[in-house]
């Protein structure tokens, strides 16, 4: 037979106190207790939990004040944390159980009859005070009750105070009897396997070491908020805590959470999306009981005296090619560690889609499965303000003169390079950014977008195009948002940025004294800038480079001007687009001497052409298609067939 006593938790000794102290109260005020109260004695009494006789009430409470200051867990924390007396644990156990027990709920009812009020009165807490611990407790000094400042009890009610209720919020109260459960609109975010940048990781102690000195209290991670998270998990970790992500309504209009997390062992983690301008300002009530941690981007600015803002480092090639080969667990080519620039966390999101990929295609992962997956992994975040491009371009695709492709191909070569480019370079070179930004300029048609396609293909990066409507929004403040999200988002997944029309945002800037004016040009200024420290790829698009503010010209690491096309670079355009179905030689070479035509254009033709032949896919095009497509194109330009054209051989 097992005798041995039972174990004394919080949870177990708060309900005995209360229970026992209720039923104690009811024999004292009410003539005739209802056999509930004996239920209550019966179900947890004090006395017995602590080896007392059943029913001895004053030495049962001598004996808890002796128990108080030992008192495990976050209960017995927070006994300490505020110096509570046996009265004011007794109020505090009171709301909190009353959260948790019906047979509570009615007790209070019949005690507060006939207002049966469900939660306790100050009053009755008043009353009960008085009548069990001969302690003064009047409703007029419940407001300032360090309790109540701290939000761990609530006055609820509008009428006079004494009619008033004190509440507990139940997750606190659950939490402060052991259930660790992290709250709703809390994730808790458990260390990963996602590589961290050697600069962070060798951070970190300092870092937990300043927080827990209260030396810092908010800690900023700007970039990625993927690799933020990562990195908060690591700090959580570093101080024996929990990382909990906490939705930013939630934080704001539950000031008791920061008590939670103080006593959960939780480290508050907030991701918040702050534009240019713009100023998140973090409670210092919050603030007494817990750091906070932030992962936002790179604009707006966090109003705290005692934060320390870190932009999170970027994995080297070492690093992530250690990161690719454990996510992978097997050799990979070293390209592949180049051919990406992401953090850790994305790593490990892709590695999954290329281990399913080479998997189901039974071959070993390679740059081409990279590709595959980088072509629509995170794209639904960038949707939402640019489109993606996933045109294929071979080499064979893209016709330019030797001159203009001499400059694409250097173009390519330093996108290439751009993370190992800074190497061996001077002390003036010392902050090395890997971010390209190219204009291309020249007429519609004549191959910039082909030509960024082109370029993407190379690198096996996604491209996505700004949509500049999109962008821009009538209210101040919002564009410079949107595209400050657009650039982050695009760093993070290290894409292509393809900006068309560029001059409508980046044209000349006037001198004009007007509002409009005034906010246009501060706009062209925040974009200049952020553009300048985007570390990754950017293309402008323009008719004409002479539409390009000067002062961005300096800022560009290459500008391509694409012609028209001459006649050598029309016949290959031609070849290139009519391919097997293209007509006699004769035919080809006249129509690129006499079409004066744009890439685009032509492509226009070879598809109205197709779309007009009868023949199989495999038959060359009539001239009478071509002709009829020819005429159609010109008519759109508002401009007449060259007269050498209307006579098509074939």
């Excluded at 004292?28 to 947890?44: I, N, R, V, W």
């Excluded at 300032?144 to 761990?152: D, F, M, T």
Aim: hydrophobic letters at 40%.
């Amino acid at each position: 037979m097992n005798n041995r006593p039972p174990i004394i938790t919080p949870a177990l000794l708060n309900r005995a106190f209360v229970y026992s102290g209720v039923a104690r109260f009811a024999r004292l005020y009410l003539a005739q207790p209802s056999p509930l109260f004996e239920q209550l004695e019966g179900y947890a009494d004090l006395a017995t939990l602590l080896g007392l006789p059943t029913g001895d009430w004053d030495q049962a409470v001598a004996r808890l004040a002796q128990h108080a200051p030992e008192l495990p867990g976050p209960f017995g924390q927070l006994l300490r944390d505020y110096q509570l007396q046996l009265h004011e644990w007794f109020v505090l156990a009171l709301c909190g159980e009353t959260e948790a027990s019906h047979l509570l709920n009615l007790a209070l009812a019949e005690l507060q009859s006939p207002g049966a009020a469900p939660r306790p009165g100050l009053h009755l807490l008043e009353v009960m005070a008085q009548a069990l611990f001969d302690a003064p407790l009047p409703p007029l000094a419940l407001p300032s009750h360090r309790l109540v400042r701290a939000g761990i009890l609530e006055i609820n009610g509008d009428g006079p105070l004494p009619t008033r209720q004190l509440t507990l919020p139940p997750e606190l109260w659950a939490l402060l009897c052991g259930d660790s459960t992290p709250w709703s609109g809390t994730r808790p975010l458990l260390p990963g396997n996602a590589a961290l940048p050697g600069d962070l990781k060798r951070q970190l102690p300092l870092l937990a070491s300043q927080l827990r000195q209260g030396v810092v209290r908010v800690v900023v991670l700007r970039g990625n908020p993927q690799a933020g998270l990562a990195a908060a998990a690591a700090l959580a970790a570093e101080l024996g805590l929990l990382a909990i992500e906490v939705d930013q309504d939630v934080w704001e209009q539950r000031p008791v959470l920061a008590t939670a997390c103080h006593y959960g062992s939780w480290l508050p983690l907030l991701l918040i999306n702050l534009g240019p301008g713009e100023r998140f300002s973090p409670s210092r009530t919050q603030l007494h009981q817990t750091p906070l941690l932030l992962v936002c981007g790179h604009d707006g600015t966090v109003a705290a005296n005692d934060a320390l803002e870190i932009t999170l480092p970027t994995l080297n090639r070492d690093e992530r090619l250690t990161a690719w080969r454990e996510a992978l667990s097997e050799q990979i080519p070293e390209s592949m560690a180049e051919q990406a620039l992401v953090d850790g966390p994305t790593i490990q999101a892709l590695a999954e889609r290329i281990r399913f990929s080479s998997a189901h295609h039974d071959e070993p992962p390679g740059a081409h499965h990279l590709r595959a997956a980088r072509a629509q992994f995170g794209s639904e975040r960038l949707r939402l303000l640019a489109q993606p491009v996933t045109r294929h371009v071979e080499a064979d695709g893209l016709i330019l003169p030797t001159e203009i492709q001499t400059q694409f191909d250097e173009l390519v070569q330093r996108c290439q390079r751009r993370e190992r480019l800074w190497q061996g370079l001077g002390a003036s070179l010392a902050d090395p950014s890997p971010g390209v930004r190219a204009l291309f300029a020249g007429e519609s048609g004549a191959g910039k977008t082909l030509a960024a396609s082109r370029l993407a293909t190379v690198l096996g990066a996604p491209l996505f195009r700004v949509d500049l409507a999109a962008v821009m929004n009538k209210y101040i403040g919002e564009s410079e948002k949107n595209l400050g999200r657009v650039l982050d988002e695009a760093a993070a997944l290290d894409a292509i940025l393809l900006m068309d029309e560029a001059d409508t945002l980046f044209g000349r800037r006037s001198e004009g004294k007007e509002g409009g004016e005034r906010y246009a040009n501060m706009l062209t200024n925040f974009l200049l800038t952020r553009i300048e420290n985007h570390p990754g790829i950017v293309l402008l698009t323009s008719n004409s480079r002479n539409r390009i503010d000067t002062a961005f010209s300096r800022r560009f690491d290459a500008i391509i001007e694409f012609p028209l096309p001459g006649v050598e670079e029309r016949y290959r355009l031609w070849r290139s687009h009519l391919g097997k179905r293209a007509p006699n030689e004769q035919t080809c070479r006249l129509l690129a001497s006499y079409s004066d035509l744009a890439g685009g254009h032509i492509r226009n033709i070879v598809l109205n052409a197709a779309a007009l032949s009868p023949q199989p896919p495999e038959s060359p095009l009539a001239a009478t298609h071509l002709l009829e497509a020819l005429r159609a194109e010109y008519r759109k330009l508002g401009r007449t067939l060259p007269p050498q054209l209307e006579h098509l051989p074939g």
